[in-house]
């Protein structure tokens, strides 16, 4: 059983283009959570999605930011119009229920240039 | 401080030392997990405590939770130099499920 599978694993980007990272949860779980981690900081919360559904979207941004999970598929977060600032690690997580055991992915490492 | 602040911030020790961190958190909870993070690499779960335990053992590690103090504490014991890393703990404190809020996290180095 694969683990969390992200892809890429680096991903460099100009400022103004668009960033797609991909997350395929662990096999069973349909819980997907989005992270974020700044350089020497805690991973920030972004959003909890079940399959074709966004749970709570409380720690993304208001804009330029998406995430979905459809019903066949990866989760995708996708950053659009990328700043300086949104170079970062993002992390996914999946769990195959609610208030059960997240299991992350090795991230994907965000340079914005 | 924040939801999840670890303390203290940074460990050195020596191989076969015991290492000890703290964990501080201000909402009701409905799980406490604790998570290793290598260098530039993901996090690995190393244990998830509920609410309505007090105690939790995995090999080497021992989690407390005392929710009456809103505080938890992962020990290491013997520690080895693959223990190096930084260690966060992470608070459920959601109804609709995993919404992980993590501190700052401790950062261990085990010196052989």
Redesign the interface.
Known sequence: NAGVMQNPRHLVRRRGQEARLRCSPMKGHS?V?W?RQLPE?????MV?LQKENI??E?GMPKERFSAEFPKEGPSILRIQQVVRGDSAAY?C?S?P???????????TRLTVV | SQQGEEDPQALSIQEGENATMNCSYKTSINNLQWYRQNSGRGLVHLILIRSNEREKHSGRLRVTLDTSKKSSSLLITASRAADTASYFCATDESAAGNKLTFGGGTRVLVKP
């Open positions: 819980h959570y992270y900081e805690g991973l920030k919360f909890y749970i709570d409380s992390f997580a769990s229920a609610a208030g059960t055991e997240a299991f992350f992915g090795q991230g």
